[in-house]
């Protein structure tokens, strides 16, 4: 296993890698269906050059992959991750698909077809009865697909008594049906299953909600479709590297016909809103180093308990730098490349992944730490030059 020089210090569990100054790395996989195979990729490349997460968090796809990693020790992540990826995209779609871009759309579009009427095997199968057709309050009235085949997946893949002894954290994403709230399922706060990981991943109305206890969830792509806020928001003092793995791109090229309408409508619905998240980030910890250094003006005596508290957490504000990784589009990708899962699409889209990634762990500069008080900086090998302030 090749080892990145930069990386000088082994992490609390002796088995991964990081920079000098880092507490802390994390990998956030957003949610995309079946281009989830990129971030796939983007993880085989990270655990080739001994980059192995403290915090994995994921929401819909990326909380099926973010469980397979957290569930699975590192030198079976990569090999589970595959598994998993090989077996949902185990169908034939063409013996032969001719060259260019429109043989390449239209097998792409027979194979969403499949996928819309037969399913994905050891992922979801198409309801007996269709829900048009069924009685209101019955099971086959409330989703398109039943997802019970994912179910057994997970507890194939994933060893959940790992996640839940906590050596790697573990979060995902999901929406309350009822009150329409936005949560986290964390194993620092709670005994996981695979029904947390499905209720992230339950995108209606094609997957059914999912129980847990008395509440029902649908997948949390339909509020927020990134875990990066999450991790932002938690109140740390460690200094954190994050490694952000995006499916759908913000930007893009201005539709030419109804197909690029409905991808790029897809791209902005489901798109990070990283820029957002990061800039509201930066405006909190302005106003927090501001108040730091206006406490640090009181005398002592003059302040409470809290107050002195409140004084020395916000002298240890964590840095962060995130390096942002984004799935690019193929020119014959269309609106359905989210549930395009044929064993082809799926190898092109881990091996950009897999690329994507080398390129960027080429950029030793990025894989440091920002000097002291910087708070967060973003890399991105796609848009470097913008992103390079």
Request: glycine share 8%; hydrophobic share 35%.
């Amino acid at each position: 296993m090749t080892k990145i020089p930069i990386f000088d210090s082994r992490d609390a569990q002796g088995y991964g890698w990081r920079p000098q100054g880092c507490d802390q790395i994390a990998l956030v996989l957003q949610g995309g269906g079946a281009l989830g195979a990129y971030q796939a990729g983007v993880f085989e490349a990270l655990h080739e050059a001994g980059v192995e997460p403290d915090w994995v968090s994921g929401v819909s796809i990326g909380a099926i992959n973010s469980s397979i990693i957290a569930g699975n020790p590192p030198e079976r992540r990569v090999q589970r991750l595959r598994t998993f990826w090989e077996r949902i995209t185990d169908r034939k779609i063409w013996f032969h698909t001719p060259d260019g871009d429109v043989f390449r759309k239209m097998r792409n579009t027979y194979s969403a077809y499949l996928t819309h009427t037969l399913g994905q095997p050891g992922f979801f199968s198409p309801r007996q009865v269709n829900p048009w057709l069924s009685f209101a309050g019955a099971k086959d009235a409330l989703s398109y697909y039943d997802t019970q085949p994912l179910r057994e997946t997970l507890l194939e893949l994933v060893d959940f008594d790992l996640i839940n002894s906590r050596k790697t954290r573990f979060s995902v994403g999901a929406v309350n049906v009822r009150t329409g709230n936005f949560l986290y399922f964390d194993n620092h706060d709670m005994i996981v299953g695979p029904e947390h990981v499905m209720a992230s991943g339950a995108l209606p109305p094609s997957f059914p909600m999912v129980q847990i206890g008395t509440d029902y969830f649908w997948d949390g792509g339909i509020v927020s479709n990134t875990p990066l806020q999450h991790i932002l928001e938690y109140d740390t003092e460690h200094n954190m590297m994050i490694f952000q793995v995006d499916l759908f791109s913000s930007r893009g090229a201005l539709p030419r016909d109804i197909q690029d309408v409905m991808s790029r409508q897809k791209d902005i619905t489901y798109a990070s809103r990283t820029r957002y998240n990061t800039d509201v980030y930066r405006l909190l910890r302005k106003w927090k180093t501001r108040t730091y250094h206006a406490l640090m003006k009181v005398p002592d005596d003059k302040l409470s308990e809290d107050d002195r508290k409140l004084r020395d957490k916000l002298g240890k504000l964590p840095d962060i730098t995130i390096v942002h990784l984004i799935y690019q589009q193929q020119a014959y990708e269309g609106a359905s490349k989210d549930h395009e899962f044929s064993g082809t699409s799926m190898r092109e889209h881990w091996r950009e992944g897999y690329d994507d990634t080398k390129r960027t762990l080429t950029r030793r500069d990025w894989l440091r730490m920002p000097p002291e008080g910087t708070g967060v900086v973003i890399h991105d090998v796609h848009r470097e030059h913008e992103l390079s302030d």
